[in-house]
């Protein structure tokens, strides 16, 4: 394990901690050492490798898109273990250089060391809950390591996918999930015969086993409707709108047999093109009367928007926010400005922000550290625990007393809103859904 492997997996398990409110893993895999090649999606980009290392045990190397693997940050990435894969449009010579690549997997592989590669390619720039066509790269890596083995040790595909809430938002949740594994050697006959078309079929059944571990929704149109379904009914994947009795892996199995069902239904069915119609146009009244879809959920429950609640987080919290936002909101509010000039697109900035503000924060909360041992208390093992729990912890205060000022804002806006139309829309629109959909 290199140096920077080893630091990162403790640093960004602990920003994964804050960043994500729940982090839950279905089927992991729990040995150290796995001759695995881990076929993810690629759901978030930048975020995508931090989620799968810092949570699972197996010692792993990233493939990385060769185009951002040079100059002064080679060495970072070697340090972090990561190893560049060339595409056809790096170069007349991309085949060359993966020959080489090959070569360093094949030596990770064989000292059980295990791969992380996102089989889609690339990730979307607004995220949806699907999954793209997959290459061939890890089944091309998993089979040349085995020759090269001479097809003497076991050499593994695990099909995996990671599920967010929504990535872009702090304070989500994710789940991972890991398929069944695929022996490569047991295609060793199929493979010395025909190598393409073995190829072809295990790609086929790794792309399907992908699926089944996220919520894929094979009409990229049908996207928002099934995303809709989830708000109203509050028991799927997300991040908003849901049932906070409900698990998080009750409600991705609930948003993946949604979706399952939305893909089996014909394109043409006047049912459900009436009922996504009639969501579409609930929500758009929504966003245009600025009224968020948990306020008429309150109020169908409640008969009144109530306040309370937030005035006592207000009061209660204000201490502790006040601390958070000298630990915090310098460092913070810097970075994240800085991040959205300089990434152009937004898929990058979560997973950016997450790793650099780590560390500008701990870099700018050193002050503390000093200014406790100085005039708190002259003990340095007690100034590291605060410096290691104070800032993190009063950080999350300050954000959600920031989102509760907020929250009051728009429910006081809302109060001459006509709600009791709102609310009896929605009971329609429910009872609709649930004669239709026999999932609902």
């Known amino acids: 394990m290199r140096p920077l492997y080893f630091v990162l997996k403790i640093v960004l398990n602990y920003s994964n901690r804050l960043y994500h409110k729940r982090h839950v893993r279905v089927n992991a895999p729990k040995t150290f050492f796995q001759r695995t090649i881990y076929a993810s999606n690629h759901a978030s980009s930048f975020f995508d490798p931090l989620v799968i290392a810092v949570r699972q045990n197996p010692i792993v190397h990233f493939m990385t898109r060769a185009d951002i693997y040079n100059g002064y940050l080679k060495i970072v990435f070697w340090l972090a273990q990561m190893i560049p894969i060339y595409r056809a449009q790096d170069g007349a010579d991309a085949v060359k250089k993966n020959e080489e690549v090959f070569e360093t997997c094949y030596r990770e592989l064989k000292r059980g060391k295990g791969l992380i590669l996102f089989a889609e390619g690339f990730t979307d720039d607004v995220f949806i809950r699907r999954l793209k066509p997959i290459k061939k790269g890890s089944l091309r890596i998993g089979f040349f390591v085995c020759e090269r083995l001479n097809w003497s040790k076991k050499i593994y595909i695990q099909p995996t996918g990671i599920n967010y809430t929504d990535p872009s938002k702090f304070r989500s ?210 100034a590291i625990a605060y410096y290691l729990i104070v800032p993190g912890i009063t950080f999350l205060v300050m954000h959600a007393w920031l989102k509760n000022l907020k929250e009051i804002k728009s429910k006081k806006l809302c109060q001459s809103k006509d709600f009791e139309s709102l609310v009896n829309k929605r009971a329609e629109l429910l009872k609709e859904i649930h004669e239709v959909i026999p999932v609902a």
């Open 173 to 382: 949740s994710v789940l991972m999930s890991y398929g069944e594994k695929i022996c490569l050697n047991d295609y060793k006959e199929d493979y010395i015969a025909n190598p393409a078309r073995t190829l072809v079929n295990l790609t086929k059944r790794v792309e399907k086993s992908m699926q089944e571990q996220i919520t894929h929704v094979e009409n990229i149109d049908w996207a928002p409707f099934h995303e809709n379904i989830m708000r109203l009914t509050r028991k799927g994947m997300n991040n908003e709108c849901y049932d906070h009795s409900i698990s998080l892996k009750s409600r991705w199995k609930y948003s993946r047999e949604l979706a399952l069902w939305m893909n089996e239904q014909e394109e043409s069915n006047e049912k459900i093109i009436a009922l996504k119609e009639k969501t579409e146009i609930y929500f758009e009244e929504l966003k245009k009367e600025k009224i968020e879809e948990n306020f008429v959920y309150e109020f169908s429950k409640n008969n009144q928007l109530s306040l309370a609640k937030n005035y006592l987080m207000l009061i209660a919290g204000f201490p502790i926010f006040l601390i958070g936002l000298i630990h915090g909101a310098p460092s913070y509010f810097w970075f994240k400005s800085f991040v959205e000039k300089s990434f152009k697109r937004r898929v990058f900035w979560s997973g950016v922000k997450m790793v650099g503000g780590i560390f500008i924060a701990g870099i700018y909360n050193l002050l503390f550290l000093f200014l406790f041992h100085a005039f708190v208390y002259p003990s340095w093992w007690l």
